[in-house]
């Protein structure tokens, strides 16, 4: 399963960094990403990494700001959040094992129960 740590509360501007683990039999896939709530759909992707080569994608919303990386010896990504803004308060899901590192939830098997960050003004 996935697990994600690292949500918390902090003012505009601050950073944060989640983690997301996969243990057991959890397969990692060729893809994992971060993901979160949006208006009118289920859940927006914020960034995406190709487990075998790391090379990463990102949301025009979060570009810029948000960072996405993995330590393939622990199996966990990481998601480094600078420059927060109020709209990036949500919950955050870790999801795992799409086959062409889609946008869409869907395509992600594995996902985790979420971590909250919140940001305030």
């Known amino acids: 399963h996935l697990v994600e740590s690292g949500g918390g509360s902090v003012?505009?501007?601050?950073?944060?960094?989640?983690?997301?683990?996969?243990?057991?039999?959890?397969?990692?896939?060729?893809?994992?990403?971060?993901?979160?709530?949006?208006?009118?759909?289920?859940r927006e992707d914020v960034a995406r990494?190709?487990?075998?080569?790391?090379?990463?994608?990102?949301?025009?919303?979060?570009?810029?700001?948000?960072?996405?990386?993995?330590?393939?010896?622990?199996?966990?990504?990481?998601?480094?959040?600078?420059?927060?803004?109020?709209e990036d308060t949500a919950m955050y899901y870790c999801a795992a094992g799409s086959d062409w590192c889609s946008f869409r939830p869907s395509d992600y098997p594995s996902w985790g129960q979420g971590t909250q960050v919140t940001v305030s003004s």
């Open 49 to 86: 990494i190709v487990t075998k080569t790391g090379y990463a994608y990102y949301s025009e919303s979060v570009k810029g700001r948000f960072t996405i990386s993995q330590d393939n010896a622990k199996n966990t990504v990481y998601l480094q959040m600078n420059s927060l803004k109020p």
């Open 11 to 42: 003012q505009a501007g601050g950073s944060l960094r989640l983690s997301c683990s996969a243990s057991g039999d959890t397969s990692r896939g060729n893809c994992m990403g971060w993901f979160r709530p949006a208006p009118g759909k289920e």
